[in-house]
């Protein structure tokens, strides 16, 4: 038996808000996202804007962002601020975060969404490999942290997200660099919180479970996989990735605004 019959929304990148909370204290925020073109990433994008913030993101999928931009201009919102910019590049990250606070205002919201879960063993993994993945899963946080924290100290608050996993928590093997990367995320939320929450500026970890986007249904959810979900999940449904953004609309919201330096988890209670 499998639990694919959920009768909750699909993957779609616009989500139904009809029933969920909204924020009015998040209307004509600015809010960057990385890797907001696809997966989690773009349900963010699009929950931000149906709320009424300014958004902006970066990514490298040219296609998928423009899709995503469109879909929203076709739902009859604004269209979000966005490039193509790999986040390898750190100097074209921090100037996308300065050129898009040029045309939104300063950045109340900032949410390091952008990973890659690519597989690999330990005796695969050479030095300039490791080096890659934390180029992709570690560093741009730090660094897009670095560029908006000036802005959310004018505007006298902030709200930065980290994506974590619950993976490495759960001791997923299949990709250790992977899993070292976002292990440290919860370093990087408690070793930033007490000396920016001095200009209250939040910092919270968001460790997702076992999300099914696009991609980890067409790359990694198979039979077994089906089972291990039954089998650890306490909840029969598979997460969307609006049950993500959902999270990141609240921590990002005024309604959390004595929450700082925690990891929240959602992962129907796998970890
Ligand atoms: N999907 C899951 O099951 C899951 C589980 C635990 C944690 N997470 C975390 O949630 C976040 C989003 O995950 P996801 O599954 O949507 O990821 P994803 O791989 O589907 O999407 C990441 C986005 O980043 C973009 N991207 C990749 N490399 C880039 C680069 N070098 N520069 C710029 N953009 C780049 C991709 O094009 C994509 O749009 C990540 O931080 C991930 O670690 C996801």
């Known amino acids: 038996m499998t639990i694919s019959s959920s009768p909750r929304p699909s993957t779609a990148s616009v989500p139904e808000v009809a029933g969920f909370s909204r924020y009015p204290s998040l209307r004509d925020r600015a809010v960057f996202v990385t890797g907001g073109g696809s997966g989690i990433g773009a349900a963010m994008v699009a929950a931000f804007v149906e709320q009424g913030a300014r958004v902006a993101f970066v990514d490298v ?3 998928a962002s423009e ?3 469109q879909r929203l201009v076709d739902a009859g919102h604004e269209r979000p601020w966005w490039r193509v910019c ?7 990250l921090q100037t996308a975060i300065t ?3 040029g045309a939104l205002g300063d950045f109340s919201t900032l949410v390091n969404n952008v990973a890659s879960d690519d597989r ?3 005796e695969s993994v050479t030095p300039a490999y490791y080096d890659e993945r934390m180029a992709i899963n570690e560093r741009p946080a730090f660094f897009a942290i670095q560029a908006v924290v000036p802005g959310m100290r004018r505007l006298g608050a902030g709200s930065v997200i980290n994506l974590g996993s619950t993976g490495w928590q759960t001791k997923g093997a299949a990709y250790p660099c992977y899993a070292i990367a976002k292990s440290s995320v919860n ?3 408690r070793g930033l919180a ?3 929450g001095q200009d209250r500026i939040r910092v919270n970890t968001v460790s997702p479970g076992w ?5 980890q249904i067409a790359l990694w959810l198979d039979a077994a996989g089906e089972q291990d979900i039954q089998r650890n999940q306490c909840l029969p449904d598979k997460l969307r990735p609006h049950d993500i953004a959902r999270m990141v609309l609240f921590l990002a919201s005024d309604d959390a605004a004595m929450c700082t330096a925690q990891e929240f988890k959602v992962d129907a209670g796998w970890a």
């Open 187 to 189: 370093g990087l939320t």
């Open 120 to 122: 690999h063993t330990l």
């Open 67 to 69: 899709a995503l931009a």
């Open 211 to 215: 999300v099914m986007t696009e991609r």
């Open 61 to 63: 999928a040219r296609e």
């Open 86 to 92: 790999d986040v390898r590049d750190i100097a074209a």
């Open 99 to 101: 050129d898009a606070a």
């Open 194 to 196: 007490k000396s920016l």
